[in-house]
């Protein structure tokens, strides 16, 4: 893939996740830096990955092609203003930051920005990532077809018609790594009430989780809910548990703790 400079602003948890899997793919480590005001999380990734790290973001965005706005969402204002200096006009910059609107952006900046908006996720970390993206008609196609491989070096992507739509993909794909780590907490708890040590429920439920998505990523023909009956005998264990499961609404309350993913980033659109 082509290889731009590109500056991280911010070098936090989402951060990471991408650099260590654009480095692990073959991205050249020289090519990047990352700056964060604390040394704490900044110096790790130049000790883990090589890349270059600073406290100064005005330098690394004024040298960079690609600039990457990697801060927590109530941040980016303050961090954006003092880049208002720079000339941003060839330059690609990435937003990942949820709740944060493309027009939003260009007034932080005081500019049209040629911009991409990306929704990552951590597995990007270790290539298996999933990201959805949004540009305007604006962004040249050179700069959304540089975004699109950088994402696909750490994972897949879609890309959404409407800005509107990276909210969905934040309650799909950006937050819900959280869920399915609860979901295992859950399970690795009781697992231990049920008398198995911490080492060996955890094992238990991470072997099941990665055996079952794997399952699903290798099966792309089977619908989910195959899969699902494949492990249900009738009048089995599973079919007791699955039972139990939508005693309880299970459907119901992963549709509402999305809805709540997607109304939080609204809300975040009018409060930052
Ligand atoms: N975490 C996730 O799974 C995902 C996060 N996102 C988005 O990514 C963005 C970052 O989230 P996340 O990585 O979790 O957040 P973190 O809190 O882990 O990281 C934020 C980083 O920003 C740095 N920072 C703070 N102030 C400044 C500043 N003035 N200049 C430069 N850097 C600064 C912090 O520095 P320091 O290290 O010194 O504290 C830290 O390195 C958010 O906007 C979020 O919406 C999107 C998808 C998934
Ligand atoms: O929790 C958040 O707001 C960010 C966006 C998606 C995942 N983490």
Redesign the pocket.
């Given at each position: 893939m082509e290889q731009r400079s590109i500056a991280f602003?911010?070098?936090?948890?989402?951060?990471r996740?991408i650099i260590a899997g654009l480095v692990c793919s073959g991205y050249p480590a020289d090519k990047i830096t990352a700056?964060?005001?604390?040394p704490?999380?900044?110096e790790p990734l130049a000790r883990d990955y090589g890349i270059h790290t600073g406290d100064d973001?005005l330098l690394a965005a004024e040298q960079a092609e690609v600039i990457v706005l990697?801060?927590?969402?109530q941040?980016?204002e303050?961090?954006c203003r003092p880049l208002q200096g720079i000339d941003l006009s060839g330059k690609l910059v990435i937003s990942?930051?949820?709740?944060?609107s493309a027009q939003r952006l260009n007034e932080m900046l005081a500019t049209e920005l040629n911009l991409v908006r990306v929704?990552?996720?951590?597995p990007s970390l270790i290539g298996k990532g999933m990201s959805g993206m949004y540009a305007s008609d604006l962004v040249a196609a050179a700069d959304k077809a540089f975004a699109e491989n950088l994402m696909r070096a750490v994972g897949e992507v879609c890309w959404v018609e409407q800005e509107s739509g990276i909210n969905g993909i934040?309650a799909a794909a950006?937050?819900a790594?959280a869920y399915f780590f609860l979901f295992m907490e859950a399970m690795q708890t009781e697992a231990i009430r049920q008398g198995f040590d911490p080492q060996t429920a955890r094992l238990l439920v991470q072997q099941s989780a990665a055996g079952a998505a794997e399952m699903v990523v290798a099966n792309p023909d089977t619908e989910l809910a195959t899969l699902r009956e494949q492990v249900t005998s009738k009048g089995g264990t599973t079919a007791e548990a699955l039972r139990t499961f939508n005693e309880h609404q299970l459907s119901d309350t992963v549709a509402k703790a999305m809805r709540a993913a997607i109304s939080r980033a609204e809300e975040m659109e009018k409060l930052f």
């Amino acid at each position: 893939m082509e290889q731009r400079s590109i500056a991280f602003i911010g070098a936090g948890n989402m951060a990471r996740s991408i650099i260590a899997g654009l480095v692990c793919s073959g991205y050249p480590a020289d090519k990047i830096t990352a700056t964060a005001p604390g040394p704490a999380r900044r110096e790790p990734l130049a000790r883990d990955y090589g890349i270059h790290t600073g406290d100064d973001n005005l330098l690394a965005a004024e040298q960079a092609e690609v600039i990457v706005l990697a801060v927590k969402p109530q941040l980016m204002e303050e961090v954006c203003r003092p880049l208002q200096g720079i000339d941003l006009s060839g330059k690609l910059v990435i937003s990942i930051a949820a709740g944060i609107s493309a027009q939003r952006l260009n007034e932080m900046l005081a500019t049209e920005l040629n911009l991409v908006r990306v929704m990552p996720n951590t597995p990007s970390l270790i290539g298996k990532g999933m990201s959805g993206m949004y540009a305007s008609d604006l962004v040249a196609a050179a700069d959304k077809a540089f975004a699109e491989n950088l994402m696909r070096a750490v994972g897949e992507v879609c890309w959404v018609e409407q800005e509107s739509g990276i909210n969905g993909i934040i309650a799909a794909a950006g937050s819900a790594p959280a869920y399915f780590f609860l979901f295992m907490e859950a399970m690795q708890t009781e697992a231990i009430r049920q008398g198995f040590d911490p080492q060996t429920a955890r094992l238990l439920v991470q072997q099941s989780a990665a055996g079952a998505a794997e399952m699903v990523v290798a099966n792309p023909d089977t619908e989910l809910a195959t899969l699902r009956e494949q492990v249900t005998s009738k009048g089995g264990t599973t079919a007791e548990a699955l039972r139990t499961f939508n005693e309880h609404q299970l459907s119901d309350t992963v549709a509402k703790a999305m809805r709540a993913a997607i109304s939080r980033a609204e809300e975040m659109e009018k409060l930052f």
